[in-house]
């Protein structure tokens, strides 16, 4: 129930990776035919990306060494290389850490960054965006979907405002590439961010999507790799991994997020039905597939996250990265949920390996943990 | 005979990694106990490498995506942080082609990068190096050892000029770690970095040691993985299987250096005396014990790498990552030698699947090559 925050790769991921460690191990970059295998074999990775996302051609996916790293270059690599045109930024205020840490970055180095408001659900207020817009605006960068709360944003409407107004769009697919289907080209994308685990494929590798004669300062300095964008030996068997994972989501996901949306709303349906006082966090509707997000009064996220691990049930907080912080999640926070409400969230992320009976024993040991909890919490009030 | 391209994974480290894909896949940074054994196991890795480099503890070993990015969190990452001190660094002209870019990036963002020369053999010059020394110095980056022509660098002597001027030394380890014992705390690094694959471990991954209360600025902004210096959800599997390639390289090192460097001699040597107009590129003895770099007069490298290609054998003209572009090697270039003759130069690079036979194989295709290209060069001269 923890997906989002690591996957099991897929073993037929794994399958094809193999002779890449002990066989096929050439460079890419060397002369000599040892590395023109591994050669065809990220290219062939990159078109299954293209495939999946709905790009026009293998030259715009550059791989990277996951998430993190597609989101510190696809901003910060389109920032400089634009910095004389203007050193104004947008993003919203429920992006992922590394986003909103990007964002601070560059605001001690000569940027501005405006961070845009969500309402309730989580959605991004467009007003507002168009609000900020001024000449100076280069980048507008804003998630596909949250992977905390699984609102999907109107990222396609965002699109069309940045390219009015000849601004870049940057959206973070972490969260939803492999969970709802999403075409670059149609919804007005120009970089997307991809991460391979969150495809069920090897952790450490990730791509971001460059829409054709967009320009980019690199962030690696090196032997020019990747078109001079990414410099680093390739990772071939974890790029090989990742090309496989993207071809079998793009296959399976017709199916797999019907399947993933049944047993969420089972989930949600259950315990907002059973428990009194929960309230789903997030859209009913225009959510991930895998994703559930129920916050209870008066108990913490923590104690409940602690009584589950204890029943074999894994959940999270808040998003992995942070939850050791403890701190309150931004994204609950910035949809203007109350301080000592938030700490109440449980967020849970389905997978491949759920079922319709591991939804069941969730629901029902949610009910006595929920129970038990509130019964020794200060914070529940007197009957 | 290319092993500095790309290396095999070693089987037992592909064994150790394989339950970090399909079983233990939990985020290190998660709360719940799914969490607590990759955080154990990337842990242990980090002591593997401690014992290998000899340094104190395992707070000094970041993990990032291999040599590359190590060599820019280190250099970057002092430059930024000490930036108040002073705005110089200084380098060798034979760096890695990414700490030569990383030098032109920091050029144009106000710094100033001093390049020392080497001489015949590839040693920095120690006295340039001294003489360019200001108050304004801030780093020194010298390479433990050249990945093309194999030599070591004085780096103790190094590190102690940079200690007496309160300057950082980083070192670049990626041809050296495994191949020669090195002690950080005795030989005065500040910062090493590391490359897996260069130990037999898998690619994508490196790591770089960051000397007990070294500060640095972040390059990859995130989620505060790593002490906050290196974001990105930790590439559990590859960190556990350099930790394995670490331990294999401390335990087998003494007897599999003693052996290469046999190999190489062999080869050096076999060649030097069966043709005529060879020469050694680097110093005889102060190389790395798996290098063997040799340019033969009148004849281009790249028509010897696919002539030793069409028998079976992997070669290399110049570093792996640069390869493609056919340009003249800069490491080459630096130590004297004239155009015309460092197209002559081919790059073997000795590992553990080579054998004496392999020797003996390649000296005599080498001696028929040769002769064969130079019957068909204008650049022969006429008998």
Chains 1, 2 share one sequence.
């Not at 074999?41 to 597609?70: C, H, W, Y």
């Not at 910060?76 to 104004?88: C, S």
């Not at 492999?178 to 495809?199: C, K, R, Y």
């Not at 759920?354 to 007197?382: F, G, H, M, W």
Request: aromatic share 4%; proline share 4%; hydrophobic share 35%.
């Amino acid at each position: 129930m923890d997906h989002a925050a690591g996957k099991p790769v897929d073993p037929r991921v794994l399958e094809v990776t193999k002779p890449y460690y002990t066989e096929i191990f050439g460079n890419p970059s060397s002369l000599h035919s040892w590395g023109s295998e591994p050669r065809k074999a990220i290219d062939e990775a990159r078109t299954n990306i293209v495939d999946l996302i709905g790009a026009e051609k293998k030259e715009e996916i550059i791989f990277t060494s996951g998430g993190t790293e597609s989101n510190n270059l696809g901003i910060k690599g389109i920032t400089y290389r634009n910095r004389k045109k203007g050193n104004h930024i947008i993003i919203s205020a429920i992006e992922h850490i590394s986003i909103l840490n990007i964002g601070k970055f560059l605001t001690k180095n000569g940027f501005r960054v405006s961070i845009i408001p969500v309402d309730d659900y989580g959605f991004v207020d467009v007003e507002a965006l168009k609000e900020e817009i001024t000449k100076e605006t280069i980048l507008i960068s804003v998630q596909y979907a949250n992977g905390e709360v699984g609102t999907i944003q109107p990222i396609n409407e965002i699109g069309e405002i940045a390219h009015d107004h000849d601004i870049y769009l940057h959206a973070d697919g972490v969260a939803a590439v492999g969970q709802v289907p999403i075409n670059v080209e149609e919804e007005n994308i120009d970089l997307l961010s991809i991460s391979s685990n969150d495809l069920y494929g090897p952790k450490g590798t990730g791509a971001l999507y460059i829409k054709h004669r967009t320009r980019l300062e690199t962030i690696m300095h090196g032997g020019g790799q990747e078109h001079g964008w990414r410099s680093g030996t390739e990772n071939t068997p974890n790029i090989v991994g990742m090309g496989k994972a993207a071809e079998l989501a793009k296959l399976e996901m017709p199916k797999e997020s019907k399947r993933l949306t049944k047993l969420r709303d089972k989930l949600i349906n259950g315990l907002l039905s059973s428990i009194d006082e929960s309230f789903l966090n997030g859209h009913p509707t225009k959510r991930l597939p895998n994703n559930a997000n129920v916050r209870f009064s008066w108990i913490e996220g923590e104690s409940m996250i602690l009584s589950l691990n204890m029943v074999g049930i894994a959940t999270a907080s808040s998003s992995a990265c942070t939850s050791k912080t403890l701190e309150p999640s931004h994204v609950l926070i910035a949809m203007g949920i109350p301080h000592e409400k938030v700490h109440g969230a449980l967020l849970m992320t389905l997978g491949k390996s759920n079922s319709e009976e591991d939804i069941d024993y969730v629901i029902t040991n949610l009910q006595d943990i929920v129970a038990r909890l509130r019964a020794i919490s200060p914070l529940t009030p007197k009957k």
